[in-house]
């Protein structure tokens, strides 16, 4: 296992967007951090109120974006348009080809999410959209699934090899989760603190996990967590 600290993520910083990339991306290249596995990006973004991201391209990428706070504006070129409130994550996935925007609806508040990019197991096939809401009882101790290969669980299908969870912890709770032989996992800290087989972990940290074996996710404080079981 190795930790990937917060403070040492890429930084971006331009005014009406603050962004944490836990891999390069944009002006931000370390070759040492170009991603894991499949697993190409996780930027932790910061939107001001009534700013966001014009219409820009994507393809032959797997896109989600986990909302934390606020509301995330969605159109492309698909013909899609929505609204992911907290607690919410919406899906792309860019195949063939893509045109997308995402703003923030409040000209007031501000927003953050997670993007994460995962890499597609087949190119260009047809791009496709999806939504998700995930209540707090959901992943309240324990993992929700809410994106996989096939679908299921009622997971949203993806076109990566990958199954991605959400959790939440605090207090005496606990669970666990087996990384399959042949499987990587990361762990990202989306807020809060706790421990990964006693590996203290916070907010923003993320944590590589390479072989087989059990974790076991403990000594919540307000923590809420992504993990992803990912191809090696």
Avoid: C
């Amino acid at each position: 296992m190795t930790r990937r600290p917060a403070d040492a993520r890429g930084k971006a910083d331009f005014g009406w967007l603050k962004s944490a990339h836990s891999f390069s991306f944009g002006e931000y290249y370390d070759p040492a951090h170009m991603g894991f596995g499949n697993l190409r990006v996780i930027n932790d973004d910061l939107v001001a109120g009534g700013k966001g991201f014009g219409q820009h391209p994507h393809k032959n990428a797997e896109i989600f974006s986990y909302v934390m706070g606020g509301a995330l504006a969605h159109k492309d070129s698909m013909g899609n348009g929505s609204v992911v409130d907290a607690g919410g994550v919406q899906y792309m996935s860019a195949g063939s080809g893509v045109t997308h925007s995402e703003f923030n609806p409040s000209e007031t508040d501000e927003m953050r999410f997670l993007q994460v990019w995962l890499l597609p197991d087949v190119q260009n096939t047809a791009p496709a959209y999806d939504t998700i809401d995930l209540s707090p009882a959901d992943k309240d101790g324990k993992l929700k699934l809410f994106l996989s290969h096939d679908g299921r669980d009622g997971s949203m299908a993806t076109q990566a090899d990958a199954s991605v969870y959400a959790a939440t912890l605090r207090g005496d709770q606990s669970f666990t989760a087996d990384v399959p032989a042949g499987r990587k996992a990361w762990v990202q800290v989306a807020d809060g603190a706790l421990t990964v087989n006693n590996v203290a972990l916070s907010k923003g940290d993320g944590l590589a996990i390479e072989g087989d074996g059990t974790l076991t996710f403990a000594n919540g404080a307000d923590a809420e967590i992504l993990f992803f079981d990912l191809a090696a």
